[in-house]
């Protein structure tokens, strides 16, 4: 395993600048997410580490050694796509020797078949070695498809949104699986997606991405936490953080220059009394019950804004309640949407 580190890169695609002064460094064995909208360049971005795109401007390094001009198969690293690329001509077996058998990497095959087999019952996927790639499910075959970069001990992987394609319970049983697969292996890891839960339970840190520019980079409790601006403080959480004028909560001490409040619907209470004057007049819109939580959507008074509340008593409002909100850790970000201390 080896470390990743870019520095200055940029990438651009007639007048889009997909990826602009690009600084990142990945120690070996961290499992790095990249999170962002599309169009952000998270695509882009692995394109570059894999060699499948030249950067405009700046290096890419694997393990200490320059690599940006060194074609993708001399760079030593697997990579996954959202899309299943199998060879349906194959067994599942074969799909999973595959990048053994490459030329460029001869492999005995008693070697072979010990890796195939070992890395199949990581994934689960053991029983179905005799079977034609084409004869499985949406699951599986990304399962091999993940398989296929296990087989081999690259210094870096690279995913590209590998769950996305699947269904909610698999998405969730393949994500806690390859987060176990990547600290057994001690392997880097260089992950895309633009899912929040996936970058909140599997990274160790993550970056956030933002037409072209790494906006943010920290562990997932430093992001959700201690956001640098509005931009970010939205990309985690949910519900999504309630973002909402300055102006309509004029009885919270704040600082002068905050043009807008962020509040996450865990950090806002909701009381029936009168008493407090920082407290925010509201009413009840409705009541979301969810498995684990309660989320009460009020309405500001004289106003359009709607919160959301997390209430572990919710169950004890109606709708049309009048009631009053307080708000616990507000975040402040001026005119830009930057962060500003409170
Ligand atoms: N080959 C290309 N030619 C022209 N424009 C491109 C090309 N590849 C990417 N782009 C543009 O560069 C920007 C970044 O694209 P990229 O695919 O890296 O984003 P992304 O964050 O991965 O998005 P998504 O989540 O939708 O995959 C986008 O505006 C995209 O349209």
Do not use: C
């Not at 987060?179 to 895309?192: E, H, N, P, S």
């Not at 009020?298 to 307080?326: C, K, N, T, W």
């Amino acid at each position: 395993m080896a470390e990743l580190r870019l520095t200055n890169v940029g990438k651009r695609f007639g007048a889009i600048q997909a990826v602009d002064s690009l600084h990142l460094d990945i120690p070996s064995g961290e499992f790095f997410v990249l999170l962002g909208p599309s169009g952000a360049g998270k695509t882009t971005t692995l394109r570059l580490v894999a060699g499948l795109e030249q950067p405009d401007a700046g290096n890419v390094y694997i393990g200490g050694r320059e690599v940006t001009a060194h074609a993708p198969a001399l760079r030593d690293v697997a990579f996954v796509f959202q899309q299943y690329s199998l060879y349906p001509h194959l067994s599942v077996f074969d799909n999973l020797a595959f990048p053994l058998r490459s030329p460029l990497r001869p492999t005995p095959e008693r070697e072979v078949r010990r890796k195939v087999e070992e890395v199949a019952h990581m994934l689960r996927i053991h029983d179905k070695l005799k079977n034609p790639a084409t004869k499985l499910s949406g699951g599986q075959m990304q399962r091999v498809a993940i398989g296929r970069a296990l087989v081999r001990s690259p210094s870096i992987y690279l995913m590209d949104e590998p769950l996305s394609s699947l269904d909610a319970k698999l998405r969730n049983d393949l994500r806690l699986e390859l987060k176990r697969i990547q600290q057994d292996l001690g392997a880097t890891m260089l992950y895309v997606t633009h899912d929040q839960i996936e970058a909140m339970t599997m990274a160790t840190r993550i970056g956030v991405l933002d037409a072209g520019v790494l906006v943010q980079v920290g562990t997932p409790q430093q992001i959700y936490e201690d956001p640098r601006s509005s931009h970010v403080a939205a990309r985690l959480g949910s519900p999504r953080i309630n973002l909402f004028p300055r102006a309509l909560v004029p009885g919270v001490a704040g600082p002068q220059q905050a043009v807008t409040v962020g509040v996450r619907a865990e950090h806002l209470r909701i009381h029936r009394d009168a008493s407090n004057t920082a407290h925010r007049d509201a009413r009840v819109k409705r009541i979301e019950r969810l498995s684990d939580q309660h989320l009460v959507h009020v309405g500001l008074d004289d106003s359009d804004q709607e919160l959301i509340v997390s209430a572990p008593g919710g169950d004890s409002f109606a709708p049309d309640d009048a009631v009053r909100v307080e708000l616990m850790r507000p975040l402040w970000f001026d005119a830009e949407g930057q962060r500003i201390a409170a």
